[in-house]
């Protein structure tokens, strides 16, 4: 079987999860900006925006590593 010189690697459904991670990563960072607390120790700072970033970069490796159909 030839593989076509001008298919992707990823599958449709791999960038839309890139672009999800992405934007969870992009609202996780902006998130632990917006936190009113001296120097980001409040809730936003330690919590939720870590966790937004930690989720994005789930999403991203599961995006990689799916398999396209």
């Known amino acids: 079987m030839k593989k076509d ?3 992707f690697v990823f599958g449709r459904r791999n960038y839309q999860l890139l672009f999800l991670g992405l934007a969870l990563l992009i609202i996780g960072y902006v998130v632990m900006t917006l936190d009113p607390e001296p120097y980001g120790f409040g809730f936003l700072g330690l919590t939720l925006g870590p ?3 930690l ?13 396209k159909k």
Do not use: D, H, Q, R
């Open 51 to 53: 966790l937004l970033v």
């Open 5 to 7: 010189p001008t298919s």
């Open 55 to 67: 989720a994005g970069f789930v999403v991203e490796f599961f995006a990689i590593m799916v398999k």
